[in-house]
C-alpha cells in the first residue's frame, strides 16, 4: 500500500534530527520546508506542498508536547554534577585475553584512586584509563590491542535518582554533542552516572554548551 504524504513527510522529518527540533521549537519556515521534503524525499510528482506544509504543521503540534518532556530534561541537568578527568586513554583490546591481568591493572590503579573502566562488547573489551596507565596495557596486552585512542577527556553527568524515570537525558545530551560538532569516542551509563569520552580539543566548546 502506498504511504500517504502525511506518512511520507513525518517519516522524513523524523529521520533528520536536526530539522524535528526545529520544528518541534517552531523555527521553522513551513513552505521553505515543504519544497525541501518534496525535493528531497523525491515526491515532488505524488503530491502537492500544500499536502506536505499542512502534515508538518500537524506534526508541529503534536511535537509540541515533547517540550514538556524537554523542560524536565533540563531541570534534571541543572541539579546534575559534571565531574571532567583529562589525559584519558581508550584501548580496544581483542578477546581471549587473559582477565586475572585485567583485574591485577584495576586493582593497582583503584589502589591510588586513578580511573578505570573496563566495557565488554561482542568480540572486544574496551578499558577506559588515565595516561599515566597506558604502559600497563601496553606491556600486558600489546599483541592483543585493537585500537588506542589518546588525548581524551572524560566527562561525567552525576544525575538525581530520578534520571530513571525521565525519557530521552542521554539522547538530549548526545544531541548536543552532535548539534555542536562533537564526536563522542565513547559513552555510557551506569545508574545516575552518565559518561562521555571525547577528544580533549573539543573540551572548551562542550563545556560551553553543557552549561544548564
Same mark, same amino acid.
Given at each position: ?73 533540563? %531541570? $534534571? ?17 581483542? =578477546? ?35 595516561? =599515566?596507565?597506558?604502559? $600497563? ?35 538530549? $545530551?548526545? %544531541? ?28 572548551? =566548546? ?7
Amino acid at each position: 500500500m502506498e504511504k500517504t504524504t502525511a506518512e511520507l513527510t513525518n517519516e522524513y522529518i523524523n529521520k533528520h534530527p536536526y530539522i524535528k527540533n526545529c520544528l518541534k521549537k517552531d523555527l521553522i519556515n513551513y513552505s521553505s520546508l515543504a519544497r525541501h521534503i518534496a525535493k528531497e524525499a523525491n515526491i515532488e510528482k505524488k503530491t502537492s506542498k500544500e499536502a506536505i506544509l499542512v502534515a508538518a504543521r500537524r506534526l508541529h503540534k503534536k511535537l509540541d508536547g515533547e517540550n514538556v518532556y524537554e523542560k524536565k530534561i533540563i %531541570d $534534571l541537568l541543572t541539579e546534575s554534577e559534571m565531574n571532567i578527568k583529562n589525559k584519558i586513554n581508550v584501548f580496544v583490546l581483542s =578477546k581471549g585475553i587473559d582477565m586475572n591481568k585485567i583485574d591485577e591493572i584495576q586493582k593497582n590503579i583503584r589502589r591510588e584512586s586513578g580511573v578505570f573502566s573496563c566495557l565488554e562488547g561482542s568480540d572486544n573489551y574496551t578499558l577506559i584509563i588515565q595516561e =599515566k596507565y597506558s604502559g $600497563l596495557i601496553k606491556n600486558r596486552f600489546d599483541a592483543n590491542i585493537i585500537r588506542h585512542n589518546k588525548e581524551l577527556v572524560l566527562i561525567n553527568f552525576k544525575s538525581p535518582k530520578e534520571i530513571e524515570e525521565i525519557t530521552g537525558v542521554i539522547s538530549y $545530551l548526545a %544531541d548536543l554533542f552532535a548539534e555542536n560538532g562533537v564526536n563522542i569516542v565513547e559513552l555510557f551509563s551506569c545508574w545516575t552516572d552518565t559518561i562521555f569520552i571525547i577528544e580533549a580539543k573539543n573540551i572548551n =566548546k562542550s563545556i560551553d554548551f553543557l552549561k544548564f
